[in-house]
């Protein structure tokens, strides 16, 4: 249970609370699994009320402290189509590359939409389709006692396309920085309370983001944004 669903820096909850749980599968030959699922907004989604996720991955340790992972990841979105809201049809489902590369408790990850990217096309105004959208990020935990943990993000989101028209703002470019740092806390077995906070650049392409639900409803999704979460892992 989370009090906003921040993904990448941006609200995927228009800043409510979200529901999520997952499972995952871990083979001793380094194959991995899993699936995870969100509650979402359909102001940011028409159509959708939840994030459905599917991955597959494989890596290796090398070395001393170093080891890699490779895979495929793909975010789906039951319903969830543009022409809910009486714009062109055009679906949300993106599939990503991912490689990472850890070193102790620092992860460098660089990730490749093989897909449009969460639905952006030339027809919703860009010049280009969004395939080949990248985003690089780099991440950090660091145990801070047996209960506490801090995690620190840094991560550049890289559109492969621009608007064909500015916003009211003057911006084009969707590519923006988010940066984050979350402190959990395991307070008993199995379960744990995080505090976090993001931040995204590029306020002015994400500063005044429409509904697609209400015209009139506006929201900053990006931004600086707090959460708290409460998680159990089993």
Known sequence: MVSDY???????????????G????????????????????????????????????????????????AGV??????G?????????????????AQFALTWKQFTVKYNRALTDYF????EQGYRDDSRGTEYYQIDASFPLDPEWTLGLHA???????????PTSGGARNPSY?????????QFVAHWSLSLG????????FYNDTVSFQDAGDTRDVGGTRGFVMVQGTF
């Not at 921040?6 to 999520?20: D, E, K, Y």
């Not at 969830?80 to 990503?96: H, I, K, Y």
């Not at 991560?155 to 028209?165: F, G, I, M, N």
């Not at 906070?197 to 002015?204: I, R």
């Open 155 to 165: 991560a550049h989101t890289d559109y492969s396309t621009k608007l064909v028209t």
């Open 22 to 69: 997952g499972a995952d599968y871990t083979a001793a030959n380094g194959f991995a699994a899993g699936t995870w699922a969100s509650s979402i907004s359909d102001k940011t989604y028409p159509g959708a009320s939840m994030e459905w996720d599917l991955y597959a991955n494989y890596g290796r340790s090398f070395a001393t402290d170093w080891s890699w992972r």
């Open 6 to 20: 921040v993904f990448r820096g941006l609200t995927q909850s228009w800043g409510h609370p979200a529901i999520q």
């Open 197 to 204: 906070v993001t931040h995204a650049t590029n306020t002015g």
């Open 80 to 96: 969830g189509n543009l022409d809910e809201a009486g714009l062109p049809s055009r679906n949300f489902n993106t599939v990503e």
């Open 177 to 185: 920085n988010d940066f984050g740092a979350t402190l959990k806390y």
């Open 73 to 78: 990841y793909g975010y789906f979105y039951p």
């Open 119 to 122: 639905g952006v096309d030339t």
